[in-house]
């Protein structure tokens, strides 16, 4: 895959259609009738997290710590933590929102069932929409696969009108290619005239 010496993407990259089934992966028939189970393929993806309740920070670096601690998941960069005012749903505190870059051998679903059971596990309680969390981890990108699915659907439906997404990805992967067509970095300038979040701090943590 596209994906340099030192595993950062070398060229930008836009999500294609679902990757085909690959038969034998690769493996010459003798090694599959062998038995032999060929590698599964690495993945960039690209992760949103935020939190506006209890220890906002705490819970972002409890997620990312827990990302990272996944088999078959790599952290390989975190941005900043953005501080955002909350769009929709009822009347909440302020956000804290990063996003996160993965290399990853987990399918799109594993990476979502992945993320949902970090968030029972720091204590989400599902109850308004767009309520308040302790803690959303949603999956924005996952290269080479689209999905119109509800129970994930890739690229994220809502990715290009949030700039509480747009600017911490600008900032990890700012000629990444979005499903308009424009980089991140584009779309998050074009966006920041009508942000009312702030960028707020380096993270003190990494994964
Ligand atoms: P939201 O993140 O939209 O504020 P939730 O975190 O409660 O709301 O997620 C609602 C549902 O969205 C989940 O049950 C999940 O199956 C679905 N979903 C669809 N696409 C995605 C995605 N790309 N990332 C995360 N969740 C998704
Ligand atoms: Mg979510």
Same mark, same amino acid.
């Given at each position: 895959?596209?994906? $340099?010496?030192?595993?950062?993407?070398?060229?930008?990259?836009?999500?294609?259609?679902?990757?085909?089934?690959?038969? +034998?992966? $690769?493996? +010459?028939?003798?090694?599959?009738?062998?038995?032999?189970?060929?590698?599964?393929? +690495?993945?960039?993806?690209?992760?949103?997290?935020?939190?506006?309740?209890?220890?906002r920070e705490g819970?972002l670096?409890?997620?990312?710590?827990?990302?990272?601690?996944?088999?078959?998941?790599?952290?390989?960069?975190?941005?900043?933590?953005?501080?955002?005012?909350?769009?929709?749903?009822?009347?909440?505190?302020?956000?804290?929102?990063?996003?996160?870059?993965?290399?990853?051998?987990?399918?799109?679903?594993?990476?979502?069932?992945?993320?949902?059971?970090?968030?029972?596990?720091? $204590?989400?309680?599902?109850?308004?929409?767009?309520?308040?969390?302790?803690?959303?981890?949603?999956?924005?990108?996952?290269?080479?696969?689209?999905?119109?699915?509800?129970?994930?659907?890739?690229?994220?439906?809502?990715?290009?009108?949030?700039?509480?997404?747009?600017?911490?990805?600008?900032?990890?992967?700012?000629?990444?290619?979005?499903?308009?067509?424009?980089?991140?970095?584009?779309? +998050?300038?074009?966006?920041?005239?009508?942000?009312? $979040?702030?960028?707020?701090?380096?993270?003190?943590?990494?994964?």
């Amino acid at each position: 895959m596209p994906v $340099g010496r030192d595993g950062q993407a070398t060229e930008p990259r836009s999500p294609g259609p679902l990757p085909q089934a690959e038969g +034998s992966g $690769g493996l +010459s028939p003798a090694r599959a009738a062998a038995g032999e189970v060929p590698p599964r393929p +690495s993945r960039l993806a690209y992760l949103s997290l935020g939190s506006n309740l209890g220890n906002r920070e705490g819970n972002l670096a409890e997620a990312v710590r827990r990302l990272a601690g996944t088999s078959g998941v790599e952290v390989r960069r975190v941005s900043s933590v953005y501080e955002t005012a909350p769009v929709g749903g009822p009347p909440q505190g302020d956000f804290l929102n990063l996003a996160v870059e993965v290399v990853t051998t987990l399918s799109p679903r594993e990476l979502l069932a992945t993320c949902q059971r970090i968030e029972a596990d720091l $204590g989400r309680k599902r109850s308004v929409r767009w309520g308040p969390r302790t803690i959303d981890l949603d999956l924005l990108l996952y290269e080479g696969v689209t999905s119109a699915d509800p129970e994930l659907t890739l690229p994220h439906p809502r990715l290009l009108e949030r700039q509480f997404v747009l600017l911490p990805l600008a900032e990890i992967a700012p000629d990444l290619v979005l499903p308009d067509g424009r980089t991140a970095a584009q779309a +998050s300038r074009m966006d920041r005239h009508s942000s009312r $979040g702030q960028k707020r701090a380096r993270p003190r943590f990494r994964g």
